[in-house]
């Protein structure tokens, strides 16, 4: 696959920055859309050897990658989860939220929760003191009592920490007695049955997607069906709350429904959340939004 070419001024002045993965389709989304709104932009390829070519100082606001020497006006910089190497994204990103908190003018989404951790359980008080209905909720650290729980099937596990799937608790025993049972404390919740709805927030702005699937978790079914609808309006002051609670310009807000798409309620929100199949479904919505707030006078 060709490399993607960078747009830079003459000068070291340039107005976006990206730094990621050729390989990772959420920040070639961003790279692609820049080069059609025809924003002046450098890309930082993390996938390549020597990608760890960064340096700054404290003199002025300028990094050094390779051999170029930019001074960035805004940043989207996203670690590549589907890199073969993890760890090297992981350095490169970390260097490059480092510049950024150090240079405050820069613009960068999500700069109040850079490097702090997203605590589930927090989220979850916080969404229900806003309003949101929440799942009725058990934390268990140690998960034997799950043995001899009732009505297994229709409780869930979900890990306290990490991105790992939801499962029922009667597959989490067929894990123990398989001896497969992950090492990890979890949530229990009541299993909802109605219709799932991801709500994503970008710079205030709200917008709506329908999963269609009958997976417990949709990441399970290759086959799930993505289709924007219009933001349910109940959801929409209390999602805009909670992001800006929590300190976040980029989020995605997961509901499911009790029944059908009556009476959602929150499961989670996740900040700068992988976005591309959302896009798709919504013409470049989303991409388009992360654009204006990142480079605002284009």
Not at 109 to 114: G, V
Not at 197 to 202: A, G, Q
Request: one cysteine or more; charged letters at 20%.
């Amino acid at each position: 696959m060709e490399r993607l070419e960078s747009l830079v001024k003459s000068s070291n002045s340039v107005p976006l920055l990206i730094v990621g993965g050729d390989s990772d389709p959420n920040t070639r989304r961003v790279v692609d859309q820049a080069h059609i709104r025809q924003i002046d932009y450098h890309f930082w390829d993390t996938d390549v050897e020597g990608s760890l070519q960064i340096a700054w100082d404290f003199d002025k606001p300028v990094i050094d990658l390779g051999d170029q020497h930019l001074q960035p006006a805004a940043i989207f910089a996203r670690c590549n989860v589907f890199s073969q190497d993890t760890n090297l994204p992981a350095r490169v990103h970390q260097l490059i939220q480092g510049y950024a908190l150090a240079w405050p003018d820069v613009r960068i989404l999500n700069r109040q929760t850079l490097n702090t951790l997203n605590n589930k359980s927090r989220n979850l008080r916080l969404a229900r003191d806003i309003g949101f209905a929440i799942p009725d909720t058990m934390v268990l650290g140690d998960c034997s009592p799950l043995e001899t729980v009732p009505d297994a099937e229709n409780r869930i596990a979900k890990p306290l920490d990490g991105g790992a799937h939801t499962v029922s608790v009667s597959k989490l025993n067929q894990q123990r007695t398989q001896s497969q049972w992950p090492n990890t404390s979890y949530f229990i919740q009541e299993r909802l049955k109605g219709e799932n709805l991801r709500v994503f927030v970008i710079n205030q702005q709200a917008y709506c997607f329908h999963l269609a699937t009958q997976s417990l978790d949709y990441r399970d079914d290759p086959k799930v069906a993505v289709r924007q609808i219009s933001t349910p309006s109940r959801l929409v002051a209390p999602a805009l709350a909670l992001a800006k609670k929590i300190g976040f310009d980029f989020c995605a807000l997961d509901f499911r429904c009790r029944a059908n798409f009556e009476n959602p309620v929150f499961l989670e929100v996740n900040s700068f959340p992988m976005f591309v199949r959302f896009d798709d479904a919504g013409e470049n919505c989303l991409v388009d939004r992360v654009l204006d707030f990142l480079v605002p006078t284009t």
